[in-house]
């Protein structure tokens, strides 16, 4: 499954972005869909994640509250719903699908290519 993220942009704090996670090649409704963010000269850390039927959800302490992660399985896309953004939100964010243990980024199979999220003080 090829995965492509969208969405990202510059916005100042305390507003909102939508990001997009799109799949193609295969149904994405097979997968759960997860975010990460890697900020500059920093690792890649995980955001939140859907199961397959988006009933359950997860999120990182840093989000939980101010971000929400949904899915349209019938469009084929993930969402990333971001209010309250901070200026500590600022990152490249990622989404994958198929991973096992959620958190880790090492046990997701298939990434997108990243969308970048700049958040202004």
């Known amino acids: 499954v090829q995965l492509q993220a969208s969405g990202g942009g510059l916005v100042q704090a305390g507003g909102s972005l939508r990001l997009s996670c799109s799949a193609s090649g295969r149904s994405l409704s097979s997968y759960a869909v997860g975010w990460f963010r890697q900020a500059a000269g920093k690792e890649r850390n995980f955001v939140a994640a859907?199961?397959?039927?988006?009933?359950?959800?997860y999120y990182a302490d840093s989000v939980e509250g101010r971000f929400t992660i949904s899915r349209d399985n019938a469009k084929n896309t993930v969402y990333l719903q971001m209010n309250s953004l901070k200026p500590e939100d600022t990152a490249v964010y990622y989404c994958a699908a198929d991973g096992i243990r959620l958190s880790q980024p090492t046990d997701w199979h298939y990434w997108g290519q990243g969308t970048q999220v700049t958040v202004s003080s």
């Open positions: 859907v199961g397959r039927s988006g009933v359950s959800t």
